[in-house]
T-cell receptor
Framework: SAVISQKPSRDICQRGTSLTIQCQVD?????MFWYRQQPGQSLTLIAT?????????ESGFVIDKFPISRPNLTFSTLTVSNMSPEDSSIYLC????????????FGSGTRLTVV | RKEVEQDPGPFNVPEGATVAFNCTYS??????FFWYRQDCRKEPKLLMS???SGNEDGRFTAQLNRASQYISLLIRDSKLSDSATYLC???????????FGTGTKLQVIP
């Protein structure tokens, strides 16, 4: 299965600033996903990023707040814009390989604290 | 009703016990099913895919019941290292829609 390198692993940011999270995959994956996970909660999908097209955002998430880039099949970024303390969370990227039973591999996560 | 539902637990079981988790899903058109394991402060990791005919991997057995729309995970001979949160994952829409359950927390006690 694919290996995903995600960075930064953690950051403490001032409110009103932006942070870009990067995920690099060691093989080509068709679909990449960005999630948010609050402590003790399950994962909430932010958006799906396909190469060469606009990301598809889930209800409650908008492109202006969470712009995503997917320039090729091995790389994606998520930016958390104009941050507020409510954005403090763990952000995870995930990629999926080919085939119906191919699971989803995750990056190690970015622990974001907004102060 | 949530799209994917799991009993949050926690399940506290002694070492060596057998424990089973269920996960129900609401979308009858769901295509693929997985069990993931997430350790505290770590990313989820694939435990096993769930095949229609059921499948086994060592001490772990996964079952799918499409008629009743649930999947199950059975862990035999529990180890302390099995302590984690177990997430069921259901995909649909050509694998573009991925829905995670809320997770079931397992604590194996010495």
């Amino acid at each position: 299965s694919a290996v995903i390198s995600q960075k930064p692993s953690r950051d403490i940011c001032q409110r009103g600033t932006s942070l870009t999270i990067q995920c690099q995959v060691d093989s080509q994956v068709t679909m990449m996903f960005w999630y948010r996970q609050q402590p003790g909660q399950s994962l909430t999908l932010i958006a799906t990023a396909n190469q060469g097209s606009e990301a598809t955002y889930e209800s409650g998430f908008v492109i202006d707040k969470f712009p995503i880039s997917r320039p090729n099949l091995t790389f994606s970024t998520l930016t958390v814009s104009n941050m507020s303390p409510e954005d403090s969370s763990i952000y995870l990227c995930s990629g999926r390989g080919q085939g119906p039973h191919y699971g989803y591999t995750f990056g190690s996560g970015t622990r974001l604290t907004v102060v | 009703r949530k799209e994917v539902e799991q009993d949050p637990g926690p399940f506290n079981v002694p070492e060596g016990a057998t424990v089973a988790f269920n996960c129900t899903y609401s979308n009858s058109a769901s295509q693929s099913f997985f069990w993931y394991r997430q350790d505290c402060r770590k990313e989820p990791k694939l435990l096993m895919s769930v095949y229609s005919s059921g499948n086994e991997d060592g001490r772990f057995t996964a079952q799918l019941n499409r008629a009743s729309q649930y999947i199950s995970l059975l862990i035999r001979d529990s180890k302390l290292s099995d302590s984690a949160t177990y997430l069921c994952v259901v995909t649909s829409g050509g694998y573009q829609k991925v829905t995670f359950g809320t997770g079931t927390k397992l604590q194996v006690i010495p």
